[in-house]
């Protein structure tokens, strides 16, 4: 008897690889850090706007032919991650205004430099909690992808994430960015207009 299994209502990520040069200045730009008080630059691909055209090229590919959407879309913010040797950033946590994102791996780096991890988001709803004897992608709670050089991952906004520790003994650098709609998209009540001169 055969069994279809339907990945109903699935959150996709998408994973791929790209070719590029991809050398940024690590040196003359300040990450994002747990202090609130320290000037970031959440805008880095401002500064290499090829770079921005190539990625913003990729998700384009990815909602034409896998989601299936028109519209036209842009990249919001960009900045640069660096995780220390012995350094984790603990909190799950997820992007607002923001419709999907992206992490491209430009660097070289060792197994266990840690992960890029998401967190299941129907994690909440079962009332029981069970234990598998395998953990595959379609009962697990949570997923890792490990960075590779030229990798690129794209993933709903929505999806609760974080980097595990860094067991290497070098820092690990990564390119995070953001991505919404833009112009007119939607449909009936929730239709948005894309406001031109001031008047709609």
């Known amino acids: ?64 032919n896998s989601l299936h959407l028109k519209e036209e879309f842009d990249i919001t913010t960009s900045w640069l991650t660096k995780t220390y040797p012995g350094d984790e950033y603990e909190q799950y946590h997820i992007h607002k205004n923001s419709y999907y994102s992206g ?5 070289e780096y060792s197994p266990n430099c840690g992960s890029l991890e998401f967190k299941n988001p129907l994690d909440n709803y079962p009332d029981f909690y069970l234990v598998p004897t395998e953990w595959n992608i379609s009962n697990s709670i949570i997923w890792g992808i490990k960075p590779k050089k030229n990798r690129l991952v794209i993933f709903p906004s929505y999806l609760r994430h974080k980097i595990t520790k860094n067991l290497s003994d070098k820092s690990r650098y990564s390119l995070a960015f953001n991505i919404i709609p833009i112009g007119s998209y939607g449909a009936r ?4 207009r894309e406001k031109r001169s001031g008047i709609f």
């Open 103 to 107: 992490i491209l791996y430009y660097d």
């Open 1 to 64: 008897m055969t069994i279809d299994t339907l990945p109903l209502f699935a959150s996709n990520v998408f994973v791929t690889e790209v070719s590029g040069d991809f050398n940024f200045d690590i040196k003359k730009h300040k990450y994002p850090c747990r202090d609130e008080n320290q000037e970031c630059n959440y805008f880095i691909l401002d500064s290499y706007p090829k770079i921005k055209k190539l990625l913003l090229q990729e998700f384009k590919n990815i909602a034409k």
């Open 189 to 192: 009540d929730s239709f948005h």
